[in-house]
């Protein structure tokens, strides 16, 4: 019930941003980026664990007319905190959305997520199926834009601790264009939080920093 | 006594009608008398009389009194060449034959077109007038009394008639001392056609004054026999050139810029991405969320306050720039070409070529 609760509120902010998107997301042919995220993980299971560390990842979008397909993959080492004896974790992300413009300013999509947490032990591995609604509005015109996008896990199912109950998160955040360059940065803060059957919990947030290659931008920019 | 009375005056009114009806028949008859009487009368009438009459003698006193008129008495070239023609035909007939070949000669000089009617003068006395002419060497010029000719393009033409086969000189000369410009010399046979670009000897466009165009026949040892000289009155047009086009406006021109927004809606979605950011956390459930979050807020904040700055200062508009710079450019191309045609009408020298009356000069 809570986590519908959540559901909810989470799609009432992206909607509430939907007023103040001033211009279309305009969809690329082709995006290629990189980034790293400053990544923290909280699991609340039968004893409180805190998890921190980098993570780099890489995504490809390819866009046609009104739809676009994103993939994203993650890796990196999380270090525990403040845990006498625990072991490092390797964190492995991969996600795949495919999502279609709605209105010029909203865009919903779907995909599956993949994550584990690789220890000397075994590896906890989540499969999600996930629903995605994505708004983006103009702050400085033709140089920043926000972003908020949210997700509901619609099934997700993991290894461990009896299996997943649900999950959503969300990330928002500016993306900044470099003038008369093809690029842009992208200053993101993310947050997860996975619900096992047994009622322990898994909150994973991070700020992300990605550098962007974005064509169309890049185009609309040589125009001006 | 009252019959009489009556009869007396019928009688004064009928002759008072009659009288009124000649008037009327005077006054209607009088404007053609009038207009008859001023049909213009032939100068040579009198002495056309007498050569119709065979009457040669006072024919030929006649015509030579005829041809001895000066100044507004002056008989007209046309008359003077009928005149002449006629005094070398009673000269003929009367056997003075240098006289009739005089009279011809005069004649040729006059009008070396002239053609005597083989229907008025028998065969002996046009025989006799075709033997002067090829004895003749003159020349008449038929030119525009005036004409315009713009420098390099345009020419002045100019007919030249012969009397003969001869030699002939034409040229054109000043009296501010600069060389003559000779534009033929050479063979005439009936006529030719020369033409006068306007230019001196020196190739320098003609300059505002007299000109002197003469035309020197030869005798056929190549001396000069007479000249028909046509002075030239020249002056420049003044050229026009092109005005520049109206230079562009605000009012052609179309608003290059504008104020999109009043920084609203920056400022909303800025609050928006904000709050979203902050909140995240708890929507998703979370509790223990670190504060890294607040300074992706704070970035979105300041984005928010800069684009609310940012938005009300005008924004480029591509399209009324493109239609502006295409504006721009075709009045740039225009001016151009009005540039072009003024540099070539300065560089055009127009002449105004006023000819005034032939004058024919024996030279020896």
Redesign the interface.
Known sequence: M??RS?VA??FG??L??L????SAQELSPLILGADAT?L?V?R?VATSQLLEGPVLGAKAAFSFRRLQVEGRYAEGSLVPSGTLGADDEKFVDARVVARVSVTPYLSLGAGPHLRAFVTPVGTARWTRMELHARTE?????GL?R???DAWFAASANSNVQGGGDGA???????L?RIPNTPTAVH???T???A?FVNGG?E?V???RIGLVLDRILSARRA?? | MTNAMAKATNGVMTWLKVGTLLTLIMLLLAPARVLHAQEPVDPLAPALTSFNDLDYDIAATRLRAALALTGAQRLPDADRARALMYLGATENFRGVRPGAIDAFRSLLILDPRYRPSEVIFPPEVIALYQETRIGVRATSAQIAPLSEIAIPTDRLPIKIFASSLHDIRVRVTTSLGAPERILYEGVIGDSILVSWDGREASGAAGRPGRYLLRIASRSASGSPEREVQIPLEVEHVPIDTLPWPEPLNARSLRPETVV??NGT??V??????A???V???T????T???S??Y???A??SV??I??LA??TRP??V?ENIAFNNTLRAEWTQELERIKTENRTRLATVRLRVRAERAVTVEIR
């Open positions: 809570r986590l959540s509120k989470l902010v992206t509430l941003a007023p103040a998107a001033v400053t923290r909280v609340d509005g103009e702050l400085i015109n920043a926000v972003r908020v959503m998160g969300g990330e928002a955040g500016l900044l200053l993101m803060y947050a997860d939080q619900t919990t909150f947030e991070g700020i125009a001006r | 999109r927004a809606k920056q909303i979605t800025g609050l928006a991405g709050a979203a950011v909140l995240l956390p929507l998703v459930g979370a223990d969320a670190s890294l979050r300074g992706v807020a970035g979105i984005a928010g800069i684009g940012t938005a924004q480029p591509p």
